[in-house]
């Protein structure tokens, strides 16, 4: 099992750019399949970005292409999410999580550890 800490969150404002990191501890990073989710008030937890194990794959949710950018460092057991170009949309708990088994996919059933989530508020 692996341990997630998300951290970078915070408050900006519209057209800014933040950095999240999802830091994993317990067993081997390189293993995971990794992603991003996020949940904003009163709504279900959306798909936002994955990467497979060896970064040769990734996938965006349409509402973030071009504007959000998902990588892993597997040499620091890391995975970040650059986030540009930032709209008051963005604004939600983002947290990070990790799939032992199989390609990407957008559901979260999907993966089977989590993070505690970190907060991203975008002002307008």
């Known amino acids: 099992q692996v341990q997630l800490v998300e951290s970078g969150g915070g408050l900006v404002q519209a057209g800014d750019s933040l950095r999240l990191s999802c830091a994993a501890s317990?067993?081997?990073?390189?293993?995971?399949?990794m992603g991003w989710f996020r949940q904003a008030p009163g709504k279900e937890r959306e798909f936002v970005a994955a990467?497979?194990?060896?970064?040769?794959?990734?996938r965006y949710a349409d509402s973030v292409k071009g504007r959000f950018t998902i990588s892993r460092d597997n040499a620091k057991n890391t995975m970040y999410l650059q986030m540009n170009s930032l709209k008051p949309e963005d604004t939600a708990v983002y947290s990070c999580?990790?799939?032992?088994?199989?390609?990407?996919?957008?559901?979260?059933?999907?993966?089977?550890?989590w993070g505690q989530g970190t907060q991203v508020t975008v002002s307008s």
């Open positions: 317990g067993s081997s990073f390189r293993y995971y399949t």
């Open positions: 990467v497979s194990r060896s970064s040769s794959s990734t």
């Open positions: 999580a990790a799939r032992s088994l199989g390609d990407i996919t957008v559901f979260p059933d999907g993966y089977g550890s």
